[in-house]
């Protein structure tokens, strides 16, 4: 269990309800009260003096996406501040040229609301990657499906419904030859992975930094190779301005979070450090699944535990019993009754016509929150899968 320097546990620094379990950090993170208390500071500045904060502001998005690049290990100039990591790549899909017939190509594992994005750019096409595919069958999968037509391919770094990596650098690569450009949604990177973009030759990538990162909701980064045609999807009096400093500026909007974001990043560093809170992480996320999985074995008969090639370190995997989660839209409605029914703060997912409770694990999380999770949620979770019978 990670402790504060006082000795209380972790979890102590974050101002989570006691009312819930929080499995779910991988959806909208969440931010420890100290990096909560810089924020506020910031807006009643804000709310103090409007006139000078707002004329203030795009210097100080400046030197806040400054010792972000810092942190992320990349060149100043390649890195914008957006609000979230949508914004980075609505505006990321507005810069590709697609020529007329061009298609855009995703995995089967890809986000949603992005897909919904480059759907409205062009037809998008869908590579197959097993989940239990390893990094040499995954990039495989991908590289087959490029065709003449493919504008662009739009890969996750880390995926959301099924908590694996993808061999992007590999696939990037491959796209390079064939002069396709490629844009990596690594929503779930920043503070996860170390470097994420060493040895990564793609032309754009976004990341939240409100998710593994722990910055208040509101801030992520949008990475660029050449950034020369990418524009804040908000038009404000940057655009003049050379990329990053024209996403400086983004008319009136509580910018608070990203400027909170570099003291979010320290605040972990100074307390355990980030390499140590990943290792607690998949450690812990191991635990995590093991227990649950056999929780819902002991009930069913069934082997829950799920073969992930490249699984995701904090997130991972459990089996659902049954068709539960199975069904589009079976994955939201299942959240809210868990909420609702068990308090407990969960994602599911559904994938190959298969329903899968995701469960992460962050500095706050210790094994007892999955040994209460296991005693007190999967059995009636079973009970639900049977009720649908
Ligand atoms: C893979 C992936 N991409 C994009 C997003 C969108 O992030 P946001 O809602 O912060 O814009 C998410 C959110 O969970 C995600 O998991």
Redesign the pocket.
Known sequence: MLQLPDGRPARAAWPLSDDLLHLNH???GAAPASTLATQDALRAEMNAAPVRWFAGLPARIATARVAVADFLSVPHHRLALVP????G?SAALSAVDIPTGGEILVTDH??G??VMGAERRAPVHRAHVPLAAGPGEAAAAVIEAFTDRTALVVL?H???PTARLLPVAAITAAARTRGIPVLV?G??VPGLIDTPLDGLDCDYW?G?L??FACAP?GA?VLIARDGARLHPVIDSWGSAEPFPSRFDVQGTLDATAQLTAPHALTEIEKLWGWQRVREHAEELAAYATARVASAFTELTGEDHTVEVGMPAGPMRLVRLPGTLGAAPGAPDALRARVLAELNAECAFSTFGGRGYLRLSAHAYNTPADYDDFATNCVPTLTAWSRALH
């Open positions: 991988g959806s909208f979230n990591a949508s914004a790549m890809a986000y609301a992005v996750d880390v995926t959301s949604d929503a779930h976004v939240n409100h998710k909701p992520a």
